[in-house]
């Protein structure tokens, strides 16, 4: 799970980590308000708020925000207030959101500290290793640098230190980190500065704790001018207050559903929507409908333990993606039982009828009494033997219902 | 001959109480699979589908004789029940459980570092050798005896490309899932070593997962062994779509090297045969 960088940066707040004075604002004239709040003089920064990176290099669907991205540097109260009702209730589309971006509910409005350096810091989990790495790399001052990329072309400019199951920070760690970074200030800061947000990574299970980027002043004081922790969501339940944290309503329902129920969603292109229950079938059979030529509209992977509610909710999160125009359900069941899955096709089926065409595989346990269940509800559901032949009905059936 | 798991194998259930478990546990001993005990802390039966319940996993491994338990514990819990497990200096732990958090297996990687124990897991569908045993949640109605060594870590994709190959005339001497998840117990390359030193297998199929790159461990470890058996792997690319997360982009700042692409080049190097396919797969397996 993710959440906004105001919230994160509470929690940087809370843990005694660096940051700049900021105030969220859910209208235009809020952020005009709260920015002459923090300063009267400002200048201040308008930072919309997505649980997606990338913004400051991101692009508005409304054409009325221009061409400038998600972060931007506001001199005047006024133009704190425009570029406020630029983004607000506009979507934002970044590297990391689909092509159909992401709604921008709230601003941030934030002091503007001046900073002479940055360097994108993160901490995230080697699952190779089973090991915690810190991550740092320079970046430049207009920060629209693309750390991936970096990583992928320019290994070497970034400074990778395996920290182990550490959880603070060793003299000869800190050593190359200040040498690293030419940090004239003094080490005890960012020893603290480091081991602050170590506490916060292994106190709240984060997989990811990103700050893009940490910026140094004229005096060497360190200021995490961004804030990004992903929490491992099998840990959760550990943490009553993140979870209070969890999209809610103004958020797309759809995302609110795969959140509850854990289902993996991937929005792609319009055609058939896959519902199966494993990653690896979901790849195969976007592999088999390119041979096919045929088109996927979303891939929802329900994972195990697939059970009646669970089978149901994905179908009718799937019928809500106006993407969508025939569903292929392809289980190939282990751990999951075929037969439930079919009790939770027919329980949608009764509730909400069926207003597209349905194709379902069923292969593995308790395949047999599945396929007879299907049969002998009599709904108009066709039973593929094999992805291949499924992807082939669906597409007809598509075909022939448009 | 098997890997792991065979006819003789003693094996525990942890969690035998549980709903999956109880549907599980008997479909495997109908197969074939010895299991000899069920463990449930403060246990309040001494049976449970007429299998005796322990206390402990020491306690169960003292009276049964097991080297082997099945993990069905539910994720809040498991963490204790894998340490208890690798505690008791069993050979080998199959952990079927999903979700476990992510820090509780650093902890568990740790504590594997100074044990013999072969953790297999978690998030798996286990390990079976075709009419001999299984331990995990394998369909018992897909699979045949064959000499094709197969390891995986997807469970669904497995489950096809064991359909396929049957098809096609071809079994399996045993199939290993390593699991699906961010820190598993056990990498490709242990595996692969055992298959080789299995006598009824002759090729192996390795299947390529959605994230980590245990394939490249596997891929270096390869070239260092003598008279390697064959190795095909299935690496399907993933959409451009399903790499936009941010698990894969902590892989690539991790390891420099994870795209699809990268990997399949370096197994290439190592003398493996990469297919994107099913069908090529089965295609490649009917050349050798």
Not at chain 1, 108 to 126: A, H
Not at chain 1, 312 to 341: E, H, Q, W, Y
Not at chain 2, 82 to 110: F, H, K, N, W, Y
Not at chain 2, 240 to 250: H, Q, T, V
């Amino acid at each position: 799970m993710n959440i906004y960088e105001y919230q994160a940066k509470g929690i940087f707040k809370k843990f005694g980590v660096n940051v700049p004075s900021g105030l969220i604002a859910y209208t235009p004239m809020e952020a005009q308000n709260v920015a002459q709040k923090l300063s009267p003089e400002g200048p201040w920064i308008v930072k919309a708020q997505v649980r997606a990176g990338g913004r400051n290099i991101g692009k508005f669907m409304d054409k009325r925000a221009g061409k400038k991205g998600g972060i931007r540097l506001s001199k005047t109260p006024e133009e704190v207030y425009n570029n406020a009702e630029e983004m607000i209730e506009n979507r934002l589309i970044t590297a990391q959101t689909s092509n159909r971006g992401m709604l921008v509910s709230r601003v941030y409005i934030e002091e503007y500290i001046k900073t002479f350096q940055k360097f994108y810091f993160s901490l995230v989990v080697n699952g190779a290793t089973a090991s915690v790495m810190l991550l740092l790399a320079p970046v430049t001052p207009n920060g629209d640098d693309d750390i991936v990329e970096m990583a992928t072309h320019m290994p070497s400019q970034i400074l990778k230190i395996d920290l182990g199951f550490e959880k603070s920070i060793h003299a000869e760690a800190l050593s190359r980190i200040a040498d690293f970074m030419q940090f004239h200030g003094k080490k005890s800061q960012l020893k603290s500065f480091i081991n602050k947000l170590l506490d916060i990574f292994y106190n709240y299970d984060a997989t990811k704790l990103e700050i893009n980027p940490i910026g140094i002043d004229k005096n060497d004081t360190l200021w995490a001018l961004d804030a990004k922790i992903i929490f491992d969501d099998n840990a959760l339940y550990r943490h009553p207050d993140i979870l209070r944290l969890r999209p809610m309503a103004e958020i797309e329902e759809r995302e609110v559903v795969v959140a509850k129920f854990g289902f993996d969603y991937k929005e792609l292109n319009t055609g058939i929507g896959i519902i199966t229950n494993g990653n690896g079938v979901a790849l195969n059979i976007i592999t088999e409908a390119q041979k096919c030529d045929a088109d996927i509209a979303c891939s929802l992977n329900i994972k195990g333990g697939v059970d009646r509610d669970k089978i149901a909710a994905s179908i009718k999160l799937i019928m809500t993606n106006p993407s969508v125009d025939g569903i292929f359900i392809d289980i190939v069941g282990g751990f999951t039982r075929c037969n439930l899955v079919a009790d939770g096709i027919i329980a949608v089926a009764n509730d909400l009828g069926l207003n597209i065409p349905i194709v379902v595989r069923f292969e593995g346990t308790n395949k047999d009494e599945a396929v007879n269940i299907l049969n002998a509800s009599q709904l108009p559901i066709q039973i593929a033997d094999s992805t291949y032949s499924g992807i082939m009905l669906a597409k007809a059936a598509i075909a022939e219902d448009l | 001959m098997a890997v792991l798991v065979d006819k003789n194998t003693k094996v525990i259930v942890q969690g035998i109480t549980g709903t999956q478990a109880s549907f599980h546990t008997p479909r495997a001993i109908q197969y074939g699979t010895k299991i000899v005990a069920g463990v449930v802390p403060n246990k309040k039966d001494n049976m449970h589908l007429g299998i005796p319940l322990f206390n402990t996993v020491k306690e169960a491994k003292q009276k049964t004789g097991a080297t082997a338990s099945m993990v069905f514990v539910p994720a809040q819990f498991a963490k204790a029940a894998i340490s208890e497990a690798i505690d008791a200096d069993l050979e080998l732990v199959v952990a079927i459980t999903s979700g476990i958090p992510v820090s509780d297996m650093l902890e568990i990687r740790q504590k594997l570092k100074n044990s013999k124990t072969i953790l297999i897991g978690p998030n798996t569908p286990g390990i079976i050798t075709p009419q001999e045993a299984y331990m995990g949640t394998y369909p018992d109605n897909i699979h045949k005896s064959g000499d094709i060594g197969i390891i995986s870590r997807s469970s669904t994709l497995t489950y096809e490309v064991v359909l396929e190959i049957n098809k096609a005339g071809f079994g399996e001497s045993t199939v290993v899932g390593l699991g699906d998840d961010l820190i598993i117990g056990t990498g490709y390359t242990e595996i692969i070593k055992k298959f080789n030193e299995d006598k009824k297998t002759k090729a192996i199929v390795l299947i390529g997962g959605s994230q980590g790159s245990h394939e490249i461990e596997a891929a270096i470890a390869y070239r260092k062994i003598a008279k390697a058996k064959p190795i095909i792997a299935l690496m399907i690319d993933k959409p451009l779509s399903f790499s936009e997360n941010d698990s894969l982009a902590s892989e690539i700042l991790c390891g420099g090297v994870t795209s699809t692409a990268e990997k399949k080049q370096l197994l290439k190097e190592s003398g493996i045969t990469v297919v994107d396919s099913l069908s090529d797969l089965i295609h490649e397996l009917s050349k050798l």
